[in-house]
């Protein structure tokens, strides 16, 4: 594993961490049995193996992914070394308010502190000079750490900082080869000013394993409400498959790993994939030893801009049509 340097921090950042969504989450189809024995291995494993980066959100199941996530850590004496971080859902995110769910996220975590609270989402009506005065307030009082946003733009990740009057040190948000749009402002932003861009959904939740087409698809409703698996964006996905598939080769890896891989080799870039198995989080962390050259990067990059997946109206169209069962 390898770690973020040259930004100091209590708790060493692995540049790999583990998305736990998934926990406690009916809508990923994982079953029950995955909630009440796997999680906990998956989590154990990803200690094991160098992970210090735990993601969760109270949204997750409702608080079960941090209770499980919690439960975890503290059976196996985990919970000094585990960098945690959960979110806000911002709804009316006033200061008493972002007070009283940040000590709902610390009991259900189990932990003294959450090393990062991030705000989920940007509100649209409250500004971030109220969240952040209960966020000042939370780390003037030692129960957050470090604070963070997801889902901002650049401007507004600015503005929250500005707000906060101290480091906001991250900004979670969707970035992968299937959408590398924080390429743009974010990854460079983060590289300058020293902050870190987190990576969620790097592997375009599953399609990047190159293990799905039009003919195989994931189970669950959140892959079922996800563009990126509609038939025409699994064919259009193809090209980029095939230069993953070819640079993974090369380095006697997977697709997902090269995926990683690609993220993690961008200064101020953390990823955090979710995990289905064991297995799945052994190969992830060990995506953080494998070197690209130049040019397999700017393969990947280019392969990465010509992806045109469909989206807006036409896609929530043919998601509609597919749920519904009909043609057309
Ligand atoms: N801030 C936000 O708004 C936001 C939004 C979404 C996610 N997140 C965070 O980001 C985390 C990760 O995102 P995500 O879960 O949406 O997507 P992801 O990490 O891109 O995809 C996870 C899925 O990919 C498959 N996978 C994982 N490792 C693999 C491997 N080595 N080989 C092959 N397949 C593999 C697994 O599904 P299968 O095995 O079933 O294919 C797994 O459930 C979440 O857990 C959550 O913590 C945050």
Redesign the pocket.
């Known amino acids: 594993m390898r770690y973020v340097e040259g930004i100091a921090t209590d708790k060493a950042i692995s540049l790999i961490g583990l998305?736990?969504?998934?926990f406690g989450s009916r809508e990923?189809g994982y079953g029950a049995g995955y909630a009440t024995g796997e999680a906990e291995h998956i989590v154990a494993r990803a200690a094991e193996v160098g992970i210090t980066v735990f993601?969760?959100?109270e949204i997750y199941g409702f608080g079960r992914s941090e209770r499980i996530l919690g439960a975890a850590l503290a059976r196996h004496d985990l919970r000094e070394r585990a960098f945690v971080a959960t979110?806000i859902f911002p709804v009316l995110p006033v200061q008493p308010i972002v007070r009283s769910r940040a000590e709902a996220s610390i009991r259900r975590l189990d932990v003294d502190r959450l090393d990062l609270y991030q705000v989920?989402?940007p509100n649209p009506v409250v500004r971030d000079r109220t969240t952040m005065a209960g966020m000042r307030d939370l780390q003037r009082q030692g129960s957050v750490v470090e604070v963070g946003v997801?889902?901002y733009s650049l401007a507004r990740w600015q503005a929250a900082e500005a707000a906060l009057g101290s480091r906001v040190l991250s900004n979670?948000v969707?970035f992968?080869l299937a959408h590398p749009g924080p390429l743009v402002d974010l990854v460079p932003y983060a590289l300058s000013a020293e902050r870190l861009v987190i990576a969620?959904?790097?592997?375009?939740?599953?399609l990047l394993?190159g293990?799905y087409d039009a003919t195989h698809q994931?189970s669950g409703g959140v892959r079922a409400a996800n563009p990126l698996f509609l038939p025409e964006n699994l064919v259009r996905a193809q090209a980029l498959l095939d230069v993953l598939r070819d640079v993974a080769k090369t380095h006697a890896a997977?697709p997902?790993?090269i995926a990683l891989a690609w993220l993690i080799h961008h200064p101020g870039v953390i990823a955090?994939?979710?995990?289905?198995?064991v297995a799945?989080v052994e190969?992830?962390a060990a995506a953080a030893d494998i070197a690209l050259s130049g040019s397999e990067m700017t393969a990947l990059t280019v392969e990465a801009q010509r992806f045109h997946p469909i989206g807006g109206a036409k896609a929530a169209g043919q998601l509609l049509r597919a749920r519904t069962g009909r043609r057309g």
């Not at 998305?19 to 998934?22: D, E, H, K, N, R």
Request: aromatic share 8%; no cysteine.
């Open positions: 998305g736990t969504w998934q990923w993601d969760t959100a979110k989920h989402q997801s889902n979670q969707q992968s969620f959904s790097p592997l375009g939740q599953g394993s293990k994931p997977t997902a790993q955090i994939p979710g995990a289905s198995s799945q190969a992830n």
